[in-house]
């Protein structure tokens, strides 16, 4: 049995979802692959680093963040290695890049991805700022090391959009594209629609773990400028940052503009749009009047859309309804299987 051996830098609530897929899934990835993955070095910032070329045990990992807030046990697993220090010196094949977003930097995740490639690892990264801030640096330099690197998780989870377009919408030229992608501007919308204050929109999309403790990133469109500067660098080439994007956030919307667009049969939305105009890449994030019965209109609650619109077939949309956590942990699984079929074939 081959063994590949991978590093997670971050173990929210994404890597642990993650991690149970894996332990799940363990026996399965032999068979069909015929590879043991073990996981040899989890960093996190605050909860403590672990480091086991044996392997980790995933189960107790997960058990220590959830009941003791940090990792406990075994203490001879323990490290006192940064995650920079675990990208540069640790043994292992690929890096899983899950640490906290930097909206305005994308660091030290760029760095952490690039201390992988120059020593020939593999990179999966469900951090969007790197793809944001950095992607054709990061993509030429894997292609320069002869490394894989995914990222299907940055937007909309485990969703496979560039996957879609990598795999299947072979020689289509992406044109435009268009999409609903901040879960937390719908909610803040349809609860102001209601008639609530935005005080206490925010209060109760925190109570219940919706709404960032500083929830202006999302509110002032910063993260959906990432994001759609993500789905434009990969997908049309355009070299962007998300401070290139033309950007306007929600936190202007009152009650009575919703009521005024829901009497011209509309409702308001934070739309992203990305366009080739004249051969050059052009982003937009603002608050749209979308007619009612669109398919745009329809996108609620921490439901997301893409849509897609190439020369060869036309416009495509993709629908993620309600996601929880285990889409992320799956968005980060799909892309070590593509690893693994990669690795396989070529062994």
Request: hydrophobic share 40%; charged share 25%; aromatic share 6%.
């Amino acid at each position: 049995m081959k063994t590949i051996r991978l590093a997670l830098l971050g173990f929210g609530n994404a890597g642990q979802a993650f991690a149970k897929l894996l332990t799940e899934k363990k026996k399965q990835l032999a068979a069909d692959y015929g590879y043991e993955v073990l996981v040899v070095a989890i960093a996190t910032k605050s909860r403590g680093c672990l480091v086991a070329p044996e392997g980790i045990d995933l189960v107790q990992a997960s058990r220590d963040i959830r009941e003791k807030g940090k990792f406990e046990n075994p203490r001879e697993q323990l490290s006192s290695l940064d995650s920079m220090r675990i990208a540069q010196t640790i043994d292992y094949d690929v890096l899983i890049e899950l640490t906290p977003l930097e909206i305005f930097s994308g660091q030290p995740a760029i760095d952490h991805i690039k201390a992988a490639f120059h020593r020939g690892r593999h990179v999966i990264t469900a951090n969007k700022g790197p793809i944001a801030w950095a992607y054709k640096e990061l993509k030429d330099l894997a292609q320069k090391e002869s490394c894989l690197f995914y990222y299907e998780t940055t937007v909309m989870d485990g969703t496979p959009i560039f996957n879609l377009v990598d795999e299947t919408l072979k020689f289509c030229k992406v044109l435009k594209i268009e999409g609903i992608l901040n879960s937390t501007t719908n909610f803040v919308l349809e609860e102001l629609a209601k008639g609530k204050e935005y005080e206490a929109i925010l209060s109760e999309g925190k109570k219940r773990g919706f709404i960032e403790a500083d929830p202006m990133v999302d509110l002032e469109g910063w993260d959906a400028a990432a994001k759609i500067t993500a789905l434009m660098n990969v997908l049309m080439d355009a070299n962007l940052t998300p401070s290139e994007i033309e950007r306007t956030g929600i936190e202007k919307i009152t009650a009575v503009d919703l009521r005024e667009a829901e009497q011209r049969g509309n409702t308001i939305k934070l739309l992203c749009t990305g366009i080739m105009e004249n051969g050059k890449a052009l982003g937009r994030v603002a608050p749209v009047e979308i007619p009612k019965g669109q398919i745009l209109s329809c996108i609620d609650g921490t439901s997301s859309i893409v849509s897609i619109t190439t020369d060869l077939m036309g416009k495509l949309s993709i629908v993620e309804h309600e996601p929880e956590i285990e889409q992320t942990g799956y968005g980060i699984f799909s892309d070590l299987l593509r690893i693994l079929e990669v690795t396989k074939k070529n062994a």
